[in-house]
Every structure is written in C-alpha cells, then in structure tokens.
C-alpha cells in the first residue's frame, strides 16, 4: 500500500470518528464526561473516546455492569458515573492476571475507591461469574489474552459462554480489542497482542450472541497489524475493533 493511500485512509478514518464523536451524548455519559472524580483519565479522552463507546455499547442510568479486567481505571470511572448510584459496576480481574500484572491492582484498588457503586471481583480466568445478571460485559483490550499461557490458557469458549450467562436477556456484550492480520486468528494473541477480528466473532456468535453492529472510532488504517502493540510506532495509536454484541432476549 503506497504511503498516499495509508495517508487518505487515516484522513478518511479521523472524519468517520469525528463524525461520530459529533452525536450528542446521551445526557447520563455526557454528565460522566465532567465528571471532576475523572479530571485525570479525562485528559485521554481525545484518543480514547470513552464517551463515545459507552454511547455505543448503550450504558443507561441503574445498569448493572462488568469492567472486565479494568486495567488502570479509565472505563470504571465513565462507567460509574454513567449508571450513577442506583447502578453498579463489578470490577473483574482473574487470578492470573492479577499473578502476572499484579502491580495494576492496588492503584487500581485506590481509584475504585472512590466510587461507592464499584465492588472488586477476583476469580479464575476459566471461572467467570457475577453476582447478579448484568446488563453489559464491556472489556478494552483484554479479550486476546485469554487463548494465552499466563491466562491458563483458558479457551475464549468457556469465558464467552460465561458472559452469556451472566447476561441479562437483550444484554450487551462489548469487546475492543487491538486489530491482528485478516486469517491470523490466533496466531499474534501473545507475540503482538493482537486478535483477528473475524475470529472474535465467530468465537462470540458461535456461544449464542448476536453481532449488532461495530464502531470505526478507534479504526487506524496506517497500523499495518505486524508491529507489537507496545512499539512506539504504533503505541497508543493501533488499529482497533470495536464489536457489540447482544444476548437474544
């Protein structure tokens, strides 16, 4: 692909997010948008487009919700203030994650803190539950872990068919994650962290889901998909999928 055309995609791939950034918010995220408990995770906002995707994934006032290995904390606190204080969020991490990155939990465990409608839940990879049904299961950038060795390995089977237990009927299930070579499956899981697309949908929809649909927001045409998402040609500007899902209801 010569670089004029790399060049025309990212423009293109830019206005298709700005274009979507341009809808309103729903008035629940817009409040969580300004949230002043998030000033910090707020700033990368711009990149990220939390807003934008909880708007997408349908978060509503008094939802119950699965921060599904929340990471540094960024979608917690939109997804907190976005179902307020007669929703809930149940922070996932599994055991083996957390033996391997466990140096995440405890900043983690200060910034949940904060927020009285966040509960902490530590389980096996293999084991996933909730303590009640939920209306949405949103993970960022984790799912490609699972097929891995440190995680189990646990087969993406078992934890999709989990979610759809978990679920409530018509719930949501909502996986972003970094984009791997068309055909690759899961070939780049662990050496790039990187999932092909096709493949997450094919494991989702073979556990009962149905696909409603994607969003081009974190879409980054110039990532060719062969480089390491840590390389810092890449770095926080990789190509991204973003999958809905629904529990038939």
Request: hydrophobic share 35%; glycine share 4%; net charge neutral.
């Given at each position: 692909m010569n670089m004029q055309r790399v060049a025309a995609l990212a423009l293109l791939a830019t206005a298709c997010a700005l274009a979507a950034s341009a809808e309103p918010l729903p008035a629940n995220i817009a409040a969580a948008e300004k949230d002043p408990a998030r000033a910090e995770q707020a700033k990368a906002d711009g990149v990220r487009h939390g807003p934008e995707i909880l708007a997408f994934a349908g978060v509503q006032p008094g939802a119950k919700v699965v921060d599904l290995i929340p990471g540094g904390g960024y979608w917690t606190s939109l997804l907190s203030a976005s179902v307020g204080s007669n929703g809930h969020v149940y922070a996932v991490w599994p055991?083996?994650?957390?033996?391997?990155d466990g140096d995440e939990v405890k900043p983690y465990r200060d910034l949940a803190a904060k927020y009285a409608n966040v509960s902490i839940l530590e389980q096996p990879a293999a084991g996933f539950t909730a303590p009640d049904k939920v209306d949405l299961v949103f993970t960022a950038q984790n799912y490609h872990d699972y097929p891995d060795k440190f995680m189990g390995p646990t087969d993406p089977a078992v934890l999709n068919k989990a979610v759809f237990a978990a679920l409530k009927p018509g719930g949501t299930y909502l996986i972003v994650d970094h984009v791997a070579q068309a055909g690759s499956g899961l070939r780049d899981t662990d050496t790039l962290h990187r999932i092909d697309p096709a493949t997450v949908k094919s494991q989702v929809t073979a556990a009962g889901f149905q696909f409603v649909g994607e969003s081009k927001l974190l879409a980054h045409p110039a990532d060719d998909h062969t480089k390491k998402?840590?390389?810092?040609?890449?770095?926080?500007?990789?190509?991204?999928?973003?999958?809905?899902f629904r529990k038939p209801g």
């Open positions: 055991a083996e994650y957390v033996k391997v998402v840590f390389d810092k040609s890449v770095q926080g500007h990789t190509d991204q999928f973003i999958y809905k």
